[in-house]
């Protein structure tokens, strides 16, 4: 620490300069609320910097998320941000909120071996400040409030109870009946890895616009069921815990016979029971990628493609196709696929969207969704413009004759 009296030779001459310095409130920072984590070391109050790294939480996945609250701070001064810690960890640029609900990005941070520091401007006396937007079980319940307040055939449920005893907010919504004798069932889950907030926000964007007036929502929702889980791994979401590679196993690696995590058992049971009663099965895992240029927008991972019969293979590429006709920006997909089989990962059929491939009957399309979030790009209007493109590109698929689905595979 600087020796105050070098402050005060320094400053002796100028108009009380010391007063001021006194009357500058003490930065503070902390964590303790839902989703909140972090680990600080240091905080200098002089050079109103703060340098923290996520929280380590043992076994509960990877080190990478943080989301802090500041207090004493002296509206209009611009505070120092340094994150040390790994890729997924430290973004071009960090998220920040004065309330908690609008986030903006930072401008880009200057970039270190291992650590990124932030310059953020702050107009308030408190803000908070986070890896990306963060999505909680806050915002699922209230997504789910207003699709049930907006659609009459919504219904708000809990998936499961977690193993910490939490409920696992989910939307379930039916089709209108007359239509839907045999009718396409939409599955679409987010944040097996917790640490994803984005890929949430994707999920967000896409039920608010199922659920909308919209002459396209509406013709979709006459013809499928719908279930929407914003949140899969809910305890590590209010933990603040990377989750991703967590103990026993990963979220995404617990599609077995016996899964550890109830909210994987939960919505197995669901889609084996909702698959026979569907002529067409569509399920989306939306996750986000690395930090890295080649993940920069959305791309899909596929199946292990040679194992996909003709008639499988046929649906997911026009599924692909129109998803690469409908969502051309923010964050386009450019037709870009990967597989994800025995190459990818040891205990590739563990992962959720090979599971349903393996496990469901008929027609299905199943497959993990990825949008990019190291990006300018990567704000919450664009993850959820890029779920209600999804939403469209779900809809062109379904409502195309030609690779519409209906047929058996
Ligand atoms: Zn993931």
């Known amino acids: ?57 043992p076994g509960r996945g990877w080190r990478c998320w943080w989301y802090f609250k500041v207090t ?27 309330d908690g609900v609008a986030w903006k990005h930072t401008s880009p941070g200057r970039r270190e071996k291992g650590k990124v520091t932030y310059a953020v401007r702050v107009d308030a006396r408190e803000a908070y400040v986070a890896w990306g937007p963060p999505y909680l079980p806050l915002h699922a319940r209230d997504l789910i409030a207003r699709a049930v307040k907006a659609c009459p055939r919504a219904k708000a449920f809990d998936l499961c109870r977690t193993r910490e005893d939490r409920p696992t ?34 999920c967000e964007g896409l039920v608010r616009w199922l659920c909308s007036d919209d002459a396209r929502a509406n013709a979709l929702r006459r013809r499928c069921r719908i279930v929407a889980v914003p949140i899969m791994d809910i305890d590590n979401v209010v933990r603040g815990a990377g989750g991703k590679n967590q103990n026993p196993q990963d979220h995404n690696r617990d599609w077995s016979d016996q899964p550890h995590w109830r909210a994987v058992a939960a919505a197995q049971r669901m889609l084996r029971e909702m698959n026979d009663a569907a002529r ?23 199946c292990p493609l040679a194992g996909l019969s003709e008639g499988r293979r046929t649906l997911l590429d026009a599924f692909l196709a129109a998803a690469k006709a409908e969502m051309a920006a923010p964050l386009g997909f450019r037709g870009q696929t990967r597989e994800s089989g025995p190459g990818y990962d040891r205990n590739w059929e563990r992962i959720s969207k090979n599971w349903v491939a393996d496990h469901l009957d008929g027609p299905v399309i199943a ?7 190291n990006t300018p790009h990567s704000t919450q209007a664009n993850y959820q413009e890029v779920g209600r493109r999804l939403g469209l590109a779900v809809e062109r698929h379904l409502g195309r004759p030609a690779g519409a689905g209906t047929a058996a595979p």
């Open 280 to 302: 067409l099965t569509l399920f989306i895992d939306l996750h986000n990628p690395g930090p890295g240029p080649r993940d920069q927008e959305v791309f899909f991972y596929t």
């Open 72 to 98: 004493g701070i002296e509206p209009g001064e611009t505070l120092t941000v340094s994150v040390s810690g790994g890729g997924f960890a430290l973004p071009d640029r960090a998220a920040f909120s004065l």
């Open 367 to 373: 497959v993990t969704m990825e949008t990019g979030w």
């Open 169 to 202: 907010p989910a939307l379930r919504i039916e089709p209108d009946d007359a239509q839907a004798e045999r009718p396409i069932l939409l599955w679409v889950q987010a944040r097996q890895h917790a640490w994803e907030s984005g890929s949430s926000w994707v």
């Open 1 to 57: 620490m600087r020796p105050v009296t070098a402050i005060l030779l320094g400053t002796a001459l100028l108009a009380s300069p010391v007063t001021a310095l006194a009357a500058r409130p003490a930065l503070a920072v902390s964590a303790d609320f839902p989703g909140g984590s972090v680990h600080v070391d240091e905080l200098d109050q002089e050079a109103r910097a703060i340098r923290v790294q996520p929280a380590d939480h």
